[in-house]
């Protein structure tokens, strides 16, 4: 016998996230009341401009209180696809114009998943080559450290987002490989 769902108890609605409680039944036949979250995917962008990665400047992350160095990411939008999001993305969070994005493409195929116990969000990586000539806003932009396995792994063990530290190990893992 598998789990299943024998009900929904309660759903709590907001722009950014849904939460619902859930009663179901495992292998074992005991019930059990679970929480999950339903929220938009994540994407993460990788923007490498001319040999080096460009970090934009911490950000205040309400969840802890406090601004954290991270990649340009955000929300997946309904009906987009990370490649379509990564644009708009680098606009707000490095003053990048779409017409600076020389190209674009998937670190992950295939969304990872978040948090399986709470969550039904997937993560998305997009590594973009930027125009050698474009200016990332100075006041969006922290700084640039070198597009190397040396530098992509110092940048990723400064990082304490989750997120982004997956996006930069997967890329340390592809480094070499054309």
């Known amino acids: 016998m598998s789990w299943e769902r024998l009900e929904q108890i309660v759903s709590v609605d907001s722009p950014w996230v849904r939460l619902v409680a859930e009663r179901w039944r495992d292998e074992a036949g005991r019930l059990l009341d679970y929480w ?63 017409e600076a994005v020389r190209a674009l493409r998937p670190v992950n195929e295939v969304g990872w998943i978040v948090n399986s116990s709470f969550e039904s969000q997937l993560l998305f990586g997009v590594l973009a080559e930027i125009d050698e000539a474009a200016t990332p806003a100075p006041e969006l932009l922290e700084r640039a450290v070198p597009y190397d396995m040396v530098g992509v792994a110092a940048l990723a063990r400064e990082l304490e987002c989750l997120q982004c530290r997956a996006v930069l190990q997967e890329l340390l893992l592809t480094m070499g490989e054309g």
Do not use: K
Not at 52 to 70: A, K, N, Q, S, Y
Not at 82 to 94: F, G, N, T
């Open 36 to 98: 999950r979250a339903e929220r938009a995917h994540s994407v993460i962008v990788a923007a490498v401009q001319g040999g080096r990665l460009l970090v934009p400047r911490p950000m205040f992350r309400p969840g802890v209180g406090r601004p954290t160095l991270d990649l340009a990411g955000g929300r997946l939008p309904a009906g987009q696809t990370p490649l379509e999001a990564a644009p708009a993305i680098l606009r707000r969070e490095l003053g990048i114009p779409a």
